[in-house]
């Protein structure tokens, strides 16, 4: 179970257009999704929260007008990269966050991350 | 500035042995720890968790231990065994209303087991 899907898992685009990456969970509902880059040798890095029905939440430094984010569904969250150029090239991961039970506790659980999309603008 | 630090790039250890994988946090907000394994091109893979309640958390052969006054975790593997040759994070993050936030990532250390 937990199964969280990207796609697509690689892609390469010319410098000024727009790039739609897709995170999908597939055997359980996210209310929250997360969107991480990875460049190369550094750290996955926190891009935005992203809650379903609502707006996301952008972290410093991020520009929310490049990076548009849509949670749709609870099953689904969209990354769009627009007027991608070159310094975009990166490594898009996505999270979703599973709300588990245990007997009658309920506790928040970890997140499950997708395969991740391998994104290179020429 | 690194909230969360992982200051061993690599660690090579024999297989059999014992494998301690180190990370310090500066952000006294933390409250929820969690380790992940990853190989290249790849998403991360959850490993093992703790909550700032815990010192400690035990799955098989992993086990994470948690010094709160230290600001510093680590995890265990042991015995450590040719798949555990990865990339491995140490991650944290804070309780809000709704639950987690977002996680702070560690650079990673590398962990390589040698036959």
């Known amino acids: 179970g937990a199964v969280v899907s990207q796609h697509p898992s690689w892609v390469i685009c010319k410098s000024g257009t727009s790039v739609k990456i897709e995170c999908r969970s597939l055997?359980?509902?996210?209310?929250?999704m997360f969107w991480y880059r990875q460049f190369p040798k550094q750290s996955l890095m926190l891009m935005a929260t992203?809650?379903?029905?609502?707006?996301?939440?952008?972290e410093q430094g991020v520009e929310k007008d490049k990076f548009l984010i849509n949670h749709a569904s609870l099953t689904l969250s969209t990354l769009t990269v627009t007027s991608a150029h070159p310094e975009d090239s990166s490594f898009y991961i996505c999270?979703?966050?599973?709300?588990?039970?245990?007997?009658?506790?309920?506790?928040?659980?970890?997140?499950?991350f997708g395969p991740g999309t391998r994104l290179t603008v020429l | 500035d690194q909230q969360v630090k992982q200051n061993s790039p690599s660690l090579s250890v024999q297989e059999g042995r014992i494998s301690i994988l180190n990370c310090d946090y500066t952000?006294?907000?933390?409250?929820?720890f969690l380790w992940y394994k990853k190989y290249p091109a790849e998403g991360p893979t959850f490993l093992i968790s703790?909550?700032?309640?815990?010192d400690k958390n035990e799955d098989g052969r992993f086990t994470v231990f948690l010094n709160k006054s230290a600001k510093h975790l680590s995890l265990h593997i042991v015995p450590s065994q040719p798949g555990d040759s990865a990339v491995y994070f140490c991650?944290?993050?804070?309780?809000?209303?709704?639950?987690?936030?977002?996680?702070?990532f560690g650079k990673g250390t590398h962990l390589i087991i040698q036959p």
């Open positions: 999270s979703a966050r599973d709300i588990g039970t245990s007997g009658t506790q309920i506790f928040w659980n970890e997140q499950f």
């Open positions: 055997d359980f509902q996210a209310t929250t």
């Open positions: 992203s809650n379903e029905g609502s707006k996301a939440t952008y």
């Open positions: 952000n006294s907000m933390f409250d929820y």
């Open positions: 703790i909550s700032s309640i815990k």
């Open positions: 991650a944290a993050s804070r309780y809000s209303g709704g639950g987690a936030d977002g996680l702070t």
